[in-house]
């Protein structure tokens, strides 16, 4: 049982690439979440998916663009990175109802954007 | 907009000394409350939550919190830190009837051994 996976770990991007952040997890949840985490700003949302074939978009959608492939997966698209893109990436999936309601993280995907 | 404060964002104690952290949070209707913690080079995790019931909850590593409604307050208490609870912490809400959760910019605790 992995939980939430995320690929790659870090990665260097010039100014103009593009480049797919991968989020899977195995627990069978419905919702799926990312989220930018900023010094001195937190956790920040930029989209999620209630359930597969549904997305929304966050607090700071602008710059990205997001597939849920299915329902164990949920990728991240930046089409032409910028130096304010510079961010760690988390993918967090949850089982909301109930009892459970948590989050569960990735390890985070470091980006720096040059 | 719907918000969370966390009024700490960096706090250094010795072991042993209490620790409460403070969060507050706007929103008028019912809420799903939570802390999450990050420890150093881990993954942030579930440190408890909240949803009904008595408003003290207890968590993992000794941790409670107390939910005062009148205050949209959920502030985070352990009476005796150890060395081993320097981490980022995170306030987090989900009102209800929605799918987004709502983090605080979370306070980071360094515990001096």
């Known amino acids: 049982n992995a939980g939430v996976t995320q690929t790659p770990k870090f990665q260097v991007l010039k100014t103009g690439q593009s480049m797919t952040l991968q989020c899977a997890q195995d627990?069978?949840?419905?919702?799926m979440y990312w989220y930018r985490q900023d010094p001195g700003m937190g956790l920040r949302l930029i989209y999620y998916s209630a359930s597969e074939g549904t997305t929304d978009k966050g607090e700071v959608p602008n710059g990205y663009n997001v597939s849920r492939l299915n329902k164990r997966e949920f990728s991240l698209r930046l089409e032409s990175a910028a130096p304010s893109q510079t961010s760690v990436y988390f993918c967090a999936s949850s089982d909301q109802g109930g009892y459970t309601d948590t989050q569960y993280f990735g390890p985070g995907t470091r980006l720096t954007v040059l | 907009a719907q918000s969370v404060s966390q009024h700490n964002h960096h706090v250094i104690l010795s072991e042993a000394a209490s620790l409460e952290l403070g969060c507050n949070y706007s929103?008028?209707?019912?809420?799903?409350l939570f802390w999450y913690v990050q420890y150093p080079g881990q993954h942030l995790q579930l440190l408890l939550k909240y949803f009904s019931g008595d408003p003290l909850v207890k968590g993992i590593k000794g941790f409670e919190a107390e939910f005062i409604k009148s205050k949209f307050s959920f502030n985070l208490r352990k009476p005796s830190v150890q060395w081993s609870d320097t981490a980022e912490y995170f306030c987090a809400v989900r009102p209800s009837g929605t799918y987004k959760y709502i983090f605080g910019t979370g306070t980071r605790l360094k515990v001096l051994a």
């Open positions: 929103y008028g209707g019912t809420v799903n």
């Open positions: 627990m069978n949840h419905n919702s």
